[in-house]
């Protein structure tokens, strides 16, 4: 499986923006695909992830509320919409793709596939 992140930029405090994650090929072995982010100094950290199969979303709490994780399965894509976006939400964000049960949909180390990542960056 092979991923693809885009959508990243530079907004101003309080706007929006939508990542798409383009998936290279459909796996069954797929359970959720997430989002992850890094910024400068930081540790790479949970943001939101997607069940495959029945669709269920999962978010860290510090974006809940103002970001959506979906999907089109038609095509085989998974989106973030980042609304009132802060300037803690600077980072280099990236999808992944994991075989584990729901209980692991947050934890890093079950991710296996992961995009190349796209910046982020909000400024007043």
């Known amino acids: 499986v092979q991923l693809q992140a885009s959508g990243g930029g530079l907004v101003q405090i309080g706007g929006s923006l939508r990542l798409s994650c383009a998936v290279s090929?459909?796996?069954?072995?797929?359970?959720?695909v997430g989002w992850f982010r890094q910024a400068p100094g930081r540790e790479r950290e949970f943001v939101a992830a997607i069940g495959t199969r029945g669709g269920h979303t999962y978010y860290a709490d510090s974006v809940k509320g103002r970001f959506t994780i979906s999907r089109d399965a038609a095509k085989d894509t998974v989106y973030l919409q980042m609304n009132t976006l802060k300037p803690d939400d600077t980072a280099v964000y990236y999808c992944a793709t994991t075989s584990g049960p729901t209980s692991s949909y947050r934890d890093i180390n079950q991710y296996r596939s992961w995009g190349q990542g796209t910046q982020v960056t909000v400024s007043s």
């Open positions: 090929r459909r796996s069954y072995s797929v359970n959720a």
